[in-house]
């Protein structure tokens, strides 16, 4: 109690000290607080937690309604999220915790991703089955691409040519050419694709398959399927495997699966593609982020409302936090430089 | 894409074995799906819809499958394929088969069938031996899945027995395990409360009683029209009121006697679909189909959508148009149909009913989605709901 009124006093007092920020400063320098951001879509918050001090409770962002995906700008000064219930991305402010700015996007957006030079967000909204590509400056939409219904993640390549989305309901990938902003080709893949890796140097892109629950393998040359990983944790059935979240290790030799509602998360590794082993993690896990120095993985559980911390030597399981309802994404905001 | 790849991500993805591509570079394959009803329905009266009393449709179930439809037209222009609708209605029997006589010649070989149990038990054996196979979306009633079962008809609609198993397993979850059971005039209303005796007997609740209801306000019948005098009398732990028209079950809850829930035709209500489920990307399907047809989707309607996506996902994971790969595959065990409730859902081989979780809706909410947690099926927890192999009474 005394932690959120003091939080109401500080964003209050943050806001009105942006207000001069923005009007007689530079943008404020790299930070890199090694806050832990967590979007929660159902308490229509982001909580700021400190690892430093044990993980306490440092702020709640209020947003706008059904905070999902995150991402930090390149220098670590704006955070960005996606708010599926408003159409907008809100643009927060990381030295003052506070929504400075919105983005409108088409209906429900849910996964974005950022170019390099923080100029374009390409995002899909899941109930237009669109992917957009639109510019950050001028807010103004460059490209709408038809998908299939029900969109969700999406990768942009390095070279910034290839725009990857999936489609839950097709069942498939889309390769989309960013600069024409049409789709080239579609990969078909299992029941329900979500989010996606690239993996083996940029050679493979790995899609998770929700309701198959699988991984596809994707050859990026050619767009052919060349494997399917199937996951079974102890005690479970093929059935309540849902791999949702997906996300490869610092030194590219394992890729981290969440498998939702088998409560647990997988280790793979890329190379030979064998499943190393499995940690109990709490109900329904979605997404999972790697720690500022690389030794820890968090993973939102969405039906837990809490997020587990895994201990990355041990492969265990070493705490769980309280997050706001419904926990969707993890920014950590570690040094960029 | 081209073919060749196509045909390696489908074989490893799921298809068991190789089958001819659909041609990527020749004219898109037509994969028309028929839909038919009956052009004067008596379910199809309109006037408890603004109530949206869940035992009564809210309008056509062709909004359904044209969602369906909709959801198809990416996938189609993937694999080449155009997914259409034939739309039809018909006033007996005789006229339906004719219309289904005349697609089959045409290629259509899959139809979405809204009729009533009786029409629909006499289309499929009118046309019986063509090669086209029959989706029930409205007709709920288990002979349809046991004595009165037909090989060319699927049923993506829920029978009344897992909706009756989803109330109990609810029921006996909560421990709230003697049933009081209300039971309206109709055969239906017979068939529901059959349902439900097997559902209790099953999962070990007690029915306590049931007592006959009719509708209407004359007083001397008050015994059987007044909620608050049939529920007088002996202690329950909740009332189930068997009511396939709704029109009595509307007014069960707050009136009954003892402060009980209600579940069955109100109250608690077992669905196999309803607008207020947010988990499973319920949510967009929703917003599609009110988008789409400016009303809520009811659950006929979503039984014709997943009947068109049953039809799109075997012609995609068979890459085949042609009936039988298409048919093989739709009732096969590698089916793993998405129905953005659960567990991927497929078709029972013993009496080809849709295997799917069932929805515990009350009003504006999804309490539950069953099976229930701990109650559990040797092979796949789905098969809690409804008449397992063992005990089905199907012969095709």
Redesign the interface.
């Known amino acids: 109690m005394v932690v959120q009124r003091l939080n109401r006093y500080m964003l209050s007092s943050a806001a009105a000290g942006l207000a001069l920020a923005l009007a007689f400063t530079a943008p404020a320098e790299a930070a890199g607080t090694g806050y832990v951001f967590v979007s929660n879509e159902r308490s229509n918050n982001i909580l700021v937690f400190d690892p430093a001090r044990d993980f306490e409770l440092i702020s709640e962002i209020p947003t706008s309604s059904r905070p999902r995906d995150m991402k930090l700008n390149a220098d670590h000064t704006l955070l960005y999220v996606a708010c599926g219930q408003d159409d907008v991305i809100d643009v927060i402010d990381i030295a003052t915790l506070s929504v400075v700015d919105y983005i409108p996007t088409g209906r429900s957006p849910e996964m974005f991703v950022l170019n390099a030079d923080e100029s374009l967000i390409y995002v899909s909204n899941e109930e237009n089955s669109t992917a957009q590509i639109i510019d950050v400056e001028t807010k103004v939409i460059v490209h709408e691409i038809p998908t299939g219904a029900e969109p969700e993640g999406v990768l942009l390549t390095d070279d910034e040519q290839t725009l990857y989305v999936t489609s839950e309901i097709a069942d498939m990938v889309h390769v989309i050419d960013t600069v024409s902003g049409t789709v080239v080709d579609n990969v078909i893949v299992g029941t329900r694709p979500r989010r996606f890796e690239i993996a083996a140097d940029g050679a493979e892109l790995w899609v998770s398959d929700e309701l198959s629950g699988s991984v596809t393998i994707i050859d990026r040359e050619t767009n052919m399927v060349i494997d399917q990983l199937e996951f079974l944790p102890p005690g479970f059935r093929a059935v309540d495997v849902t791999p949702v979240g997906i996300l490869l290790s610092e030194d590219g030799s394992t890729m981290y699966v969440t498998l939702g509602r088998a409560n647990h998360i997988a280790y793979v590794n890329v190379a030979t593609r064998e499943i190393e082993g499995y940690t109990l993690v709490g109900a329904r896990a979605w997404s999972l982020a790697l720690s500022a120095d690389g030794t820890q993985l968090y993973v939102t559980n969405g039906l837990s409302d809490d997020m587990s911390i895994i201990d990355l030597d041990t492969r265990t399981n070493i705490r769980s936090i309280q997050t706001g309802r419904v926990p969707h994404s993890i920014v950590v905001d570690y040094d960029p430089a | ?1 081209t073919p060749r ?2 045909t ?3 074989m ?3 298809a068991p074995v190789p089958v001819p591509v659909l041609a990527q570079d020749a004219a898109p394959a037509e994969m028309a799906i028929g839909y038919l009803d009956l052009a004067e329905d008596p379910r199809y009266d309109l006037t408890l819809a603004r109530f949206l009393v869940p035992a009564r449709p809210w309008g056509r179930s062709i909004d359904g499958a044209q969602l369906g439809i ?2 198809a037209e ?2 189609g ?3 080449n394929v155009d997914f259409t609708l034939r739309e039809a209605s018909g006033d007996s029997v005789e006229s339906l088969a004719d219309t289904v006589g005349g697609w089959v010649e045409e290629g259509v070989h899959f139809v979405v069938a809204d009729l009533p149990a009786d029409m629909l038990v006499a289309l499929a054996d009118a046309v019986e031996g063509q090669p086209v196979t029959l989706f029930n979306v409205s007709a709920e009633q288990d002979s349809l899945r046991a004595e009165q079962c037909r090989f060319n008809v699927v049923h993506t609609i829920p029978s009344y027995r897992m909706m009756t198993d989803a109330v109990v397993q609810y029921l006996v979850s909560k421990r709230w395990t003697n049933i009081l059971v209300l039971q309206g005039p109709l055969a239906d209303d017979a068939a529901i409360a059959d349902a439900v005796r097997e559902s209790a007997g099953f999962f070990g609740a007690n029915i306590v009683d049931v007592r006959p209801f009719v509708l209407g306000a004359d007083p001397r019948m008050r015994e059987q029209n007044n909620v608050a005098l049939m529920t007088e009398g002996g202690n329950y732990d909740a009332v189930f009121v068997a009511d396939s028209s709704g029109e009595f079950a509307h007014d069960v809850p707050y009136h009954t006697n003892l402060p009980r829930p209600v579940v069955g035709g109100a109250g608690l209500v077992g669905e196999a679909w309803h607008w207020a489920w947010w988990r499973q ?1 319920a949510p ?1 399907v929703n ?2 189909f009110e988008a789409m047809a400016d009303r809520y989707m009811h659950r006929f309607d979503w039984a014709a959508w997943a009947a068109v996506r049953a039809v799109t ?1 075997s012609v ?1 994971r068979s890459e085949s148009t042609e009936y039988e790969p298409v048919r093989d595959y739709l009732l096969g065990e590698r089916m ?3 129905g953005s409730k659960g ?2 859902m497929s078709v029972r081989p013993w009496d080809h009913q849709l295997r799917q979780g069932m929805l515990l809706a009350a009003g504006n909410v999804v309490v539950e989605l069953a099976p229930i947690e701990g109650f559990l099926h040797e092979t ?3 098969d809690t709901l409804g008449v397992d192999e063992p005990r089905s009474q199907c012969q095709f």
Do not use: E, F, K, T
Request: overall charge negative; aromatic content about 0%; charged content about 15%.
């Open positions: 894409m790849n196509l390696l991500a489908l490893l993805a799921v909709v959801d990416q996938i222009r993937v694999i990307g967009q917003a599609r996902q995609l793993n149909l998405d567990n991927p796949n927890d789905l």
